[in-house]
T-cell receptor
């Protein structure tokens, strides 16, 4: 069975704090893809990153960084020096090479307070 | 990436009526998807729409309730039929690129009264 767990339902931080959003996945497939999406209050889903199962390099993009660890089946997302505009619901998703479908986590609502 | 538009962006409909949602992509894509997102919830896949074939529906969703058309590689429609208040949701279409990435439209916010 495939599953994505985002245990943090809601996180509140004060602006400029760092925050990490957790994502734990389950799959028996050896080739799979992990994703993060941002859904601001406007409702549109914004693609942030894709990570392949065979590439465990961490990635940094500006204030965003992602830590992929196959040993713990985790793909965590860190926002450094958070800003109010980061307030959104963030979804982690999994897709395997044998299917086109995405398995979404339940999302983490991030509130960044000024 | 892909740029996706949806019409309408929002609507308020009466119980028992139907609404057709349009999804337009700026490039040709093989796979298009329709999702439902109920308030405060995650995304649930309704069906996959491939051009030239019948849509494939997920468990709990049926063609009579959610008929889908896919007349070409850049366009699809989803109809929500015989609506009830439980159908109040955001409906999103998405497309999958060759690199397994999915890009989503802005969504259609449907309220059924």
């Amino acid at each position: 069975a495939q599953k994505v767990t985002q245990a943090q339902t809601e996180i509140s931080v004060v602006e400029k704090e760092d925050v990490t959003l957790d994502c734990v996945y389950e799959t028996r497939d050896t080739t799979y893809y992990l994703f993060w999406y941002k859904q601001p209050p406007s409702g549109e889903l914004v693609f942030l990153i894709r990570r392949n199962s065979f590439d465990e390099q961490n990635e940094i993009s500006g204030r965003y960084s992602w830590n992929f660890q196959k040993s713990t089946s985790s793909f965590n997302f860190t926002i450094t020096a958070s800003q109010v505009v980061d307030s959104a619901v963030y979804f982690c998703a999994l897709s395997t090479s044998g299917t086109y479908k995405y398995i979404f986590g339940t999302g983490t609502r991030l509130k960044v307070l000024a | 990436s892909a740029v996706i538009s949806q019409k309408p962006s929002r609507d308020i409909c009466q119980r028992g009526t139907s609404l057709t949602i349009q999804c337009q992509v700026d490039s040709q894509v093989t796979m298009m998807f329709w999702y439902r997102q109920q308030p405060g919830q995650s995304l649930t896949l309704i069906a996959t729409a491939n051009q030239g074939s019948e849509a494939t529906y997920e468990s709990g969703f049926v063609i009579d309730k959610f008929p889908i058309s896919r007349p070409n590689l850049t366009f699809s429609t989803l109809t929500v039929s015989n609506m009830s208040p439980e159908d109040s949701s955001i409906y999103l279409c998405s497309v999958r690129t060759s690199s397994y990435e999915q890009y989503f439209g802005p969504g259609t916010r449907l309220t059924v009264t």
